[in-house]
């Protein structure tokens, strides 16, 4: 009766576990697809006019831009160069992925970054295999910068948060480490 009960608290373990490697596998694909369907959606209505539409006047607005380069534009005029980045930025994804589905990034933190990560690099990797650039649309007015999207940003906050998540783990390691 003893080996039942092991047996069922083994697959109580190992289905949460799964269901949460699925729907982590499942919020990518959910945010790639959202990423896309905003490129194509700016890729109608920006690209159509060629005009730029401010959304709050002197701060944000959108504009239509197809990046070839990588961020901020660099290696764009440089055709060997990008299928390198492709070539990396692709194993870097399938071995994110590869991580997730194995279960060695499991909850929490880890795993929301490493999903907003994937999403970001998928999202701008799909755009740079079927068109040859990226599809960029996000401005802001009050300081020159790149002009950049939703994938950006998702890979963006991933990494921010991962870092600030690392911070937080290393200062309550080395607070526990010096009380007695």
């Known amino acids: 009766m003893q080996s039942k009960s092991f047996f069922v608290n083994q697959k109580s373990r190992v289905r949460p576990r799964l269901w949460q490697r699925l729907t982590a596998l ?24 060629g005009t730029s539409v401010v ?5 944000f607005g959108l504009q239509y831009v197809e990046n070839t380069g990588i961020s901020f534009s660099v290696f764009g005029d440089s055709a060997v160069m990008m299928r390198l980045v492709q070539v990396l ?3 870097l994804m399938l ?3 590869a991580l997730v589905l194995a279960g060695r990034v499991r909850r929490g933190a880890p795993l929301c970054c490493t999903v907003l990560i994937l999403a970001g690099g998928v999202g701008n990797l799909v755009d740079r295999v079927l068109q040859g650039y990226v599809v960029d649309y996000f401005e802001f ?20 948060w991962l870092v600030l998540w690392l911070l937080v783990q290393e200062s309550s390691r080395t607070q526990t480490a010096v009380m007695p």
């Open 26 to 49: 499942g919020c990518v694909l959910l945010l790639v697809g959202f990423d896309q369907l905003v490129k194509r959606m700016a890729q109608a209505v920006l690209r159509a006019d």
């Open 55 to 59: 959304l709050i006047p002197r701060v």
């Open 89 to 91: 930025t692709g194993a």
């Open 95 to 97: 071995a994110g992925l």
């Open 141 to 160: 007015l009050f300081v020159h910068f790149a002009i950049f999207n939703l994938a950006d940003v998702l890979i963006f906050c991933g990494v921010v």
